[in-house]
């Protein structure tokens, strides 16, 4: 158990749909990272918060955005769903935010969009 | 552009013998480096790092080398065993420069097979 929390854990979706995913990191953690990955594919970086405040951006959607509030708890919301948006989403805690620190990943959410 | 690269999808080795993982990364400014295990319903669990100030890195059967030279790195597992089938994942990241937020930069991943 990383101490990373994700819910939910399945999601199955209609296309042009939103949804709202939940990240709770781990005690202590002030930075928490989102990750994608579909199918065949690697995890890609999608956007970081530290401590409340958006700290990096990755290759994310217009259409997607995240926030994370002052208990430290982070939300990825994916709007107007298209097919290729189905994957697994992870986010990812560390103390801090700066290279050469360890993150720990949560389980996951599968995101289905039909 | 791909800046880590795990060139071989998979991998499969007897159970006892040596499993390899090789990484590849383009960007010269990545200096920590990092090796995950991923099972099929779960996260990515962390294995070992290394910082470019070393060229090697041990913890119990994992060995990670690092030949920045070749910007080439990878994961030794001695002995294999049949629990160690999963896919391995290599990241990279930034401790300096305006990069130096933590986000990791990932492989494709290597799925190994550790046969009984």
């Known amino acids: 158990d990383s101490g990373v929390t994700q819910t939910p854990k399945h999601l199955i979706t209609a296309t042009g749909q939103r949804v709202t995913l939940r990240c709770s990191p781990r005690s202590g953690d002030l930075s928490v990272y989102w990750y994608q990955q579909s199918l065949d594919q690697g995890l890609q970086f999608l956007i970081q918060y530290y401590n409340g405040e958006e700290r990096a951006k990755g290759n994310i959607l217009e259409r997607f955005s995240a926030q994370q509030f002052p208990d430290l708890h982070s939300e990825l919301n994916l709007s107007s769903l298209e097919l290729g948006d189905s994957a697994l989403y992870f986010c990812?805690?560390?103390?801090?935010?700066?290279?050469?620190?360890?993150?720990?990943f949560g389980p996951g959410t599968r995101l289905l969009v039909l | 552009d791909q800046q880590v690269k795990q060139n071989s999808p998979s991998l499969s080795v007897q159970e006892g013998r040596i499993s390899i993982l090789n990484c590849d990364y383009t960007?010269?400014?990545?200096?920590?480096f990092l090796w995950y295990k991923k099972y099929p319903a779960e996260g990515p669990t962390f294995l070992i790092s290394?910082?470019?100030?070393?060229d090697k890195n041990e913890d119990g059967r994992f060995t990670v080398f690092l030949n920045k030279s070749a910007k080439h790195l990878s994961l030794h597992i001695v002995p294999s065993q049949p629990g160690d089938s999963a896919v391995y994942f290599c990241a990279a990241s930034y401790t300096h420069g305006s990069g130096n937020t933590g986000k990791l930069i990932f492989g494709q991943g290597t799925t190994l097979q550790v046969k009984p």
């Open positions: 960007n010269s400014m990545f200096d920590y």
């Open positions: 290394i910082s470019s100030i070393k």
């Open positions: 990812a805690s560390s103390p801090l935010a700066q290279g050469g620190e360890t993150q720990y």
